[in-house]
């Protein structure tokens, strides 16, 4: 029988050489440094995230709105005399818990032509295409983005704000109090520039004798769900 040949490292057949046992623990210990620069960032990450029984984010409670005991009103000038008014329909979805604002939100939807004042000349004007324009346009929402603490009880939402089909960001301050039987209540003035989203046109242009800001309060009272 013919003996193979030696092998090049000069060692016995079956015996590892030296070199070639220090090269594999070498190219081992490569890999797993690896392995663990790739999966420690999302290990870190991973653990950061809050999780509830099958690995979701825990969900924020959801509060029901009291619509009697809420209002929608706003405030603008005329003529250089206060005109205030409120939203006589509205409705809001709200999912909130002072401890995970991560998960918090809230969705107000608006029927624009349930603006009134209590004035008949400026009711007529309200609903009309210089205006809120409310046949082509007749919800007008503001929608969350995000929301942080500032202070006890007090909070700023970072949200969408359209109006006539028009977004803009806005920052909304509030207070929300939580008090006893889970019963919620929140206050919130937001200051808008009607110019942004077309409101008090006439023939293309910004009707002069109204002011330029118009300042919309919510008061919102909501029970938690069960």
């Known amino acids: ?35 663990v620069i790739i999966l420690q960032p999302l290990t870190a990450l991973a653990s950061n995230l809050p999780t509830q029984a099958g690995g979701a984010p825990p969900a924020a409670p959801v509060w029901s709105l009291d ?3 809420s209002r929608l009103s706003f405030r603008a000038t005329l003529a250089g005399q206060p005109l205030d008014g409120v939203f006589k329909s509205w409705d809001a979805e709200i999912a909130f818990d002072p401890e995970n604002l991560r998960a918090s939100r809230a969705v107000i939807l608006v029927n624009t032509a349930s603006a009134v004042t209590g004035q008949p000349t400026r009711d007529q004007l309200l609903p009309s295409g210089g205006w809120l324009w409310t046949r082509r346009f007749p919800k007008a929402q503001l929608v969350t983005r995000s929301i942080v603490r500032t202070g006890p009880n007090r ?10 089909g028009v977004g803009r960001r806005v920052r909304v301050p509030f207070v929300a109090i939580i008090g006893r039987g889970d019963t919620g209540r929140m206050e919130a003035t937001l200051t808008i520039d009607r110019n942004l989203f077309g409101i008090g046109q006439a023939d293309g242009r910004s009707v002069a004798s109204a002011g330029p800001n118009v300042v919309l309060m919510m008061h919102l009272t909501a029970k938690k769900s069960r």
Do not use: C
């Open 67 to 69: 619509r009697a005991a």
């Open 155 to 164: 909070y700023i939402a970072e949200a969408d704000l359209t109006i006539r």
């Open 1 to 35: 029988m013919k003996r193979p040949p030696p092998r090049v490292d000069g060692a016995p057949r079956g015996v590892r050489h030296p070199l070639t046992q220090r090269f594999g623990a070498v190219r081992l210990r490569l890999a797993t440094a690896l392995v």
